[in-house]
């Protein structure tokens, strides 16, 4: 089951979702989804180190486009309180060999990182869904189009 409307709203502020979003390479998504997560508070800035090194270790790439990047499992110390950004591409950049639009930055602890992937990625994988996130232009609509 996805987060619920209310819980998107906790985990994932208008504050922390980019429409039409200006990266070059993953690395950069990666960063700036990761400091999306320490402007909210949610991590310390070290913990994008951590989604760098995830992402140079295992690519986060889940398929149609979208990206999970998330810190290793010895990032979890530097999570404040579990949150979500969104960075929805204005043009589609190289991630390892396939073409990413949407990237999801995702800050939880311990266990709840596999929750939260599992749950997104599920909602995610459904085609339809993925396309009209990538045309969202309302923090409304995503978490419309992301609650379950």
Not at 100 to 122: D, E, K, M, N, P
Request: net charge negative; proline share 3%.
């Amino acid at each position: 089951m996805a987060p619920s409307a209310v819980e998107l709203r906790e985990l994932l502020p208008p504050a922390s979702i980019v429409f039409a979003a200006q990266v070059v390479d993953r690395d950069e998504a990666v960063r700036r989804s990761g400091a999306l997560l320490v402007a909210a508070g949610c991590v310390d800035e070290d913990y994008v180190d951590q989604m760098l090194d995830r992402e140079r270790a295992v690519s986060t790439f889940v398929g149609d486009g979208i990206a999970m990047p998330h810190g290793t499992l010895t990032a979890k110390n530097d999570v404040i309180t579990e949150g979500l950004s969104l960075l929805l591409l204005a043009s589609p950049i190289d991630w390892g060999g396939s073409d990413v639009t949407t990237v999801i930055g995702i800050a939880a602890h311990g266990r709840r990182y596999i929750t939260l992937l599992s749950q997104l990625a599920t909602v995610l994988l459904d085609e339809g869904r993925a396309a009209s996130l990538r045309s969202a232009s309302t923090a409304e609509r995503v978490y419309e189009l992301l609650a379950s």
